[in-house]
Protein backbone atom coordinates (compact mmCIF):
# COMPACT_ATOMS: atom_id res chain seq x y z
CA UNK A 1 0.00 0.00 0.00
CA UNK A 2 0.91 3.41 -1.24
CA UNK A 3 0.82 6.53 0.85
CA UNK A 4 -0.12 9.91 -0.97
CA UNK A 5 2.66 11.71 -2.42
CA UNK A 6 1.09 14.68 -1.81
CA UNK A 7 -0.53 14.86 1.45
CA UNK A 8 1.79 12.45 2.37
CA UNK A 9 -1.30 11.73 5.18
CA UNK A 10 -3.76 9.52 3.17
CA UNK A 11 -3.65 6.13 1.37
CA UNK A 12 -3.08 6.46 -2.13
CA UNK A 13 -6.13 4.88 -4.25
CA UNK A 14 -5.59 6.98 -7.28
CA UNK A 15 -2.01 5.87 -9.57
CA UNK A 16 -1.64 7.59 -12.65
CA UNK A 17 1.36 6.38 -14.97
CA UNK A 18 2.93 9.51 -17.35
CA UNK A 19 4.88 8.71 -20.16
CA UNK A 20 7.31 11.87 -20.28
CA UNK A 21 9.00 13.05 -23.25
CA UNK A 22 11.71 15.43 -23.34
CA UNK A 23 12.39 18.49 -25.64
CA UNK A 24 14.59 18.20 -28.22
CA UNK A 25 16.23 21.34 -28.43
CA UNK A 26 17.42 21.91 -32.05
CA UNK A 27 15.30 20.45 -35.18
CA UNK A 28 17.30 17.82 -36.68
CA UNK A 29 19.70 17.43 -33.39
CA UNK A 30 18.68 13.77 -32.16
CA UNK A 31 17.05 12.62 -29.37
CA UNK A 32 19.35 13.10 -26.05
CA UNK A 33 17.08 10.40 -23.90
CA UNK A 34 14.18 7.93 -24.33
CA UNK A 35 10.74 8.51 -22.84
CA UNK A 36 10.55 7.74 -19.37
CA UNK A 37 7.70 6.41 -17.16
CA UNK A 38 6.31 8.60 -14.02
CA UNK A 39 4.29 6.71 -11.76
CA UNK A 40 1.95 9.07 -8.96
CA UNK A 41 0.35 7.59 -5.91
CA UNK A 42 -2.47 9.86 -4.71
CA UNK A 43 -5.45 9.45 -2.48
CA UNK A 44 -8.90 10.25 -3.63
CA UNK A 45 -8.77 14.28 -2.51
CA UNK A 46 -5.56 14.96 -4.02
CA UNK A 47 -6.27 13.92 -7.20
CA UNK A 48 -9.75 15.78 -7.29
CA UNK A 49 -7.85 18.69 -6.58
CA UNK A 50 -4.84 18.56 -9.23
CA UNK A 51 -7.72 17.60 -11.65
CA UNK A 52 -6.56 14.10 -12.82
CA UNK A 53 -8.96 12.77 -14.92
CA UNK A 54 -11.45 10.24 -13.85
CA UNK A 55 -10.71 10.78 -10.02
CA UNK A 56 -13.66 10.99 -7.65
CA UNK A 57 -15.96 9.38 -10.04
CA UNK A 58 -18.34 6.72 -9.38
CA UNK A 59 -16.95 3.66 -11.07
CA UNK A 60 -20.06 3.51 -12.58
CA UNK A 61 -19.19 6.99 -14.40
CA UNK A 62 -15.34 5.81 -15.33
CA UNK A 63 -17.36 2.81 -17.00
CA UNK A 64 -19.16 5.06 -18.96
CA UNK A 65 -16.82 7.40 -20.26
CA UNK A 66 -14.17 4.60 -20.84
CA UNK A 67 -17.09 3.15 -22.58
CA UNK A 68 -17.55 6.36 -24.53
CA UNK A 69 -13.78 6.10 -25.60
CA UNK A 70 -14.25 2.59 -26.90
CA UNK A 71 -16.70 3.97 -29.04
CA UNK A 72 -15.20 7.16 -30.41
CA UNK A 73 -11.80 5.03 -31.24
CA UNK A 74 -14.07 1.94 -33.37
CA UNK A 75 -15.85 4.70 -35.03
CA UNK A 76 -12.63 6.39 -36.23
CA UNK A 77 -11.18 3.06 -37.31
CA UNK A 78 -14.07 2.08 -39.26
CA UNK A 79 -13.69 5.43 -41.09
CA UNK A 80 -10.21 4.64 -41.59
CA UNK A 81 -10.93 1.32 -42.71
CA UNK A 82 -13.80 2.62 -45.51
CA UNK A 83 -11.49 5.13 -47.06
CA UNK A 84 -9.74 3.74 -50.22
CA UNK A 85 -7.98 5.63 -52.96
CA UNK A 86 -10.23 5.34 -56.06
CA UNK A 87 -6.57 4.56 -58.15
CA UNK A 88 -5.19 1.70 -56.28
CA UNK A 89 -7.58 0.73 -53.83
CA UNK A 90 -5.19 0.91 -51.04
CA UNK A 91 -6.76 1.63 -47.42
CA UNK A 92 -5.66 3.63 -44.84
CA UNK A 93 -5.11 0.73 -42.21
CA UNK A 94 -3.17 -0.84 -45.24
CA UNK A 95 -0.99 1.79 -45.11
CA UNK A 96 -0.07 1.81 -41.61
CA UNK A 97 0.44 -1.82 -41.40
CA UNK A 98 3.13 -1.45 -44.85
CA UNK A 99 4.91 1.71 -44.02
CA UNK A 100 4.38 3.11 -47.61
CA UNK A 101 1.12 4.37 -50.39
CA UNK A 102 0.55 2.44 -53.48
CA UNK A 103 0.57 5.26 -55.55
CA UNK A 104 0.69 9.07 -55.98
CA UNK A 105 -3.02 9.86 -55.65
CA UNK A 106 -2.74 8.59 -52.26
CA UNK A 107 -0.97 11.38 -50.66
CA UNK A 108 -4.78 13.60 -51.49
CA UNK A 109 -7.02 10.62 -50.52
CA UNK A 110 -5.23 10.62 -47.32
CA UNK A 111 -4.23 14.03 -46.74
CA UNK A 112 -6.16 14.84 -43.64
CA UNK A 113 -4.87 11.56 -41.48
CA UNK A 114 -1.15 12.45 -43.14
CA UNK A 115 -1.12 15.95 -41.89
CA UNK A 116 -2.30 14.31 -38.36
CA UNK A 117 0.22 11.55 -38.39
CA UNK A 118 3.10 14.27 -39.23
CA UNK A 119 1.71 16.07 -36.34
CA UNK A 120 2.43 13.61 -33.43
CA UNK A 121 5.52 12.34 -35.56
CA UNK A 122 7.02 15.61 -35.75
CA UNK A 123 5.58 18.48 -34.27
CA UNK A 124 5.03 19.76 -37.20
CA UNK A 125 3.41 18.82 -40.77
CA UNK A 126 6.21 20.82 -42.51
CA UNK A 127 9.63 19.95 -42.96
CA UNK A 128 11.75 22.36 -40.81
CA UNK A 129 15.42 20.61 -40.58
CA UNK A 130 17.43 20.60 -43.19
CA UNK A 131 16.82 20.34 -47.50
CA UNK A 132 19.75 19.29 -50.17
CA UNK A 133 21.02 21.88 -52.13
CA UNK A 134 19.03 21.86 -55.32
CA UNK A 135 21.21 22.97 -58.30
CA UNK A 136 22.66 26.40 -55.91
CA UNK A 137 19.27 27.03 -55.20
CA UNK A 138 18.74 28.54 -51.32
CA UNK A 139 15.52 26.34 -50.24
CA UNK A 140 13.95 30.02 -49.58
CA UNK A 141 14.53 30.64 -52.97
CA UNK A 142 13.33 27.54 -53.73
CA UNK A 143 9.94 28.65 -51.55
CA UNK A 144 9.15 31.36 -53.08
CA UNK A 145 9.25 30.03 -56.74
CA UNK A 146 6.77 26.89 -55.29
CA UNK A 147 4.61 30.19 -54.05
CA UNK A 148 4.87 32.26 -57.08
CA UNK A 149 3.78 29.02 -59.20
CA UNK A 150 1.08 28.50 -57.17
CA UNK A 151 -0.16 31.99 -57.78
CA UNK A 152 0.42 32.18 -61.68
CA UNK A 153 -1.55 28.94 -61.60
CA UNK A 154 -4.26 30.85 -59.72
CA UNK A 155 -4.15 33.72 -61.60
CA UNK A 156 -5.07 31.76 -64.99
CA UNK A 157 -7.65 29.97 -63.22
CA UNK A 158 -9.14 33.11 -62.26
CA UNK A 159 -8.38 34.57 -65.80
CA UNK A 160 -6.45 37.38 -64.32
CA UNK A 161 -3.78 36.85 -67.43
CA UNK A 162 -2.25 40.81 -66.55
CA UNK A 163 -1.40 39.27 -63.14
CA UNK A 164 -0.02 36.36 -64.75
CA UNK A 165 2.09 37.62 -66.70
CA UNK A 166 3.72 39.73 -64.15
CA UNK A 167 4.27 36.20 -62.30
CA UNK A 168 5.55 34.23 -65.40
CA UNK A 169 8.05 37.32 -65.89
CA UNK A 170 9.20 37.05 -61.74
CA UNK A 171 9.72 33.82 -62.07
CA UNK A 172 11.69 33.61 -65.41
CA UNK A 173 13.72 36.34 -63.92
CA UNK A 174 14.12 33.81 -60.62
CA UNK A 175 15.18 30.69 -62.88
CA UNK A 176 17.21 32.51 -65.26
CA UNK A 177 21.02 31.54 -64.84
CA UNK A 178 23.26 34.26 -63.30
CA UNK A 179 24.92 36.53 -65.95
Request: net charge neutral; glycine share 4%.
Amino acid sequence: MHLCQICKKSAATVHVTEIVFFPVSEPGSPIDAEPTLEQKHICDQCATRSKVPYSGVEAESKSLAMLNMLKESARRVREESALSCPECGMTFVEFRSKGRFGCPRDYEVFKEQIQSLLLRIHNSARHVGRTPSRGGQEPAQTEHLSQLRAQLEKAVRDEAYESAAKLRDQIQQLEAPPE
